[in-house]
Each structure stands twice: as C-alpha cells, then as structure tokens.
C-alpha cells in the first residue's frame, strides 16, 4: 500500500474562520511534509516532520500550524487566512527523510474568501 | 543556491513522437535524482528515481532517465509517446550535505501535450 490519504479534497473557508486539514499515511514513513501547490508550479515545502518531530519550518506564516499527532497522522490548522493562501495543499511521506522518494496524496484544494 | 532547471516550459508531440524532456541541477557534490508527474487533476506520482549504480534508470510506463555526471543532467525520455502521457512533469533533485539529505528542490515543470 503506498497510499496517502488527504481529507478535505476541497475547502472553501473565509479569513476568519479556523479549519484543519488531515493526511494519513500507513505505509510506516517516519518523516511526513506539507506542500503547497499554486496552479502550473511545482509544490513548495512548508513543513517537514521527522520522527513525529518537526524538523523544518520554511519561513511558513503562524497562520498555518502544523502537529503531528502520532507517525500516521499529520494536520495543518488553518486561522486567519489571506486570499493568497488559495492554493493546492499537498501531504507527503517517506521512509525516513529527503533522501528517499516521496509518495504523494491527492491534495486538498483551498479557496480563501 | 540549490537550483534544478526544466528549459522546456511546455512540450507538444503527436502521438508515437519520441520524448526527451531536459533536467539540470547546480549541485556538485552527491545526489538523489527523480522524475515525478502529475497527470490533470490527479495527484503526483513517482516515475522514477536515481541514487547511485546504473545512470540509466527505467521507470514505469516505459520512461527512462539517463544520469550524466559531468552534464549536471537528468533527462526524461520515452520512445513513443501516447495521449494518455499528456502531464505536467517535473524533475526533482537532493543534495547529501555532510551525510543529511537536503530536501527535495523541484524544477518549474514542464507541460506535456499529446496530441492524439
């Protein structure tokens, strides 16, 4: 099974309000990323979590926060958001870190109003 | 800086057109190479990878990449395309860095129409 999971598929929330996205994996990757996708570009890492530890933190604003509750499950806590953030939001896993592939889920699209 | 370059922004073939979709990256020293493609509203998938031993790599659905050293490159070929391979593609690259891997830097992508 090389399946990751991403639910919402879609999102549409207004700047105040507070949502959550989730992804799942079980394939037992020990290292979970959150990308996120504007139309026609490549994904651009935001989060990196190592051994349910966060380990990367690109510059993201406070109003993306990101938890890891177990080596499964990984969330994005949405508040507060901008238009901007309107974008393809993408879950990866992998074995243990950046030096081996990443699988992908499918993504939850969120609209900003 | 990290960089990887796709100089084909978007690609238009005929079917059974053969494929060379070019990759360079600016890092000297170690690395791990992929291939990924996201075919229209589905999520990216993997088609193929390099870490070390035989440059030429082959992936699914008939791709293969060939790793030159000395070129900085990690082109993506197929003999023979077909209008299911119609994708955006991208190309995507780590550095090992005093025995840590960076994490992936992703090209801008290179679109891929098949024309049936």
């Known amino acids: 099974d090389t399946e990751v999971t991403q639910t919402p598929k879609h999102l549409v929330m207004g ?8 992804c799942e994996q079980h394939m037992g990757h020990r290292a979970m990323y959150w990308y996120k996708q504007k139309a026609k570009k490549p994904p651009e890492l935001m989060f990196v979590y190592s051994y349910e530890k966060l380990s990367i933190n690109e510059s993201v604003p406070s109003r993306f926060s990101p938890e890891c509750p177990n080596s499964s499950l990984l969330n994005l806590h949405l508040h507060a958001l901008q238009p901007e953030d309107s974008a393809l939001y993408l879950c990866a896993s992998s074995h243990k870190d950046g030096a081996y592939e990443q699988y992908f889920g499918p993504g939850t699209r969120l609209t900003v109003t | ?12 073939l005929s079917e059974a057109a053969s494929l060379e979709l070019g990759c360079n990256y600016s890092y000297g020293g170690t690395v791990n190479l992929f291939w990924y493609v996201q075919y229209p509203g589905q999520h990216l998938q993997l088609l193929l990878k390099y870490f070390s031993g035989d440059p030429l790599v082959k992936g699914i659905k008939g791709f293969e990449a060939e790793f030159i050293k000395s070129k900085f490159s990690f ?5 023979s395309v077909q209008w299911s391979d119609t994708a955006e593609y991208f190309c995507a690259v780590n550095e090992w860095i005093s025995g840590s891997a960076r994490q992936l830097t992703f090209g801008s992508g290179t679109q891929l129409t098949v024309l049936p």
């Open chain 1, 15 to 22: 700047m105040t309000n507070k949502k959550s996205l989730k």
């Open chain 2, 1 to 12: 800086a990290q960089s990887v370059s796709q100089h084909n922004h978007h690609v238009i």
């Open chain 2, 75 to 79: 082109n993506l070929r197929k003999p």
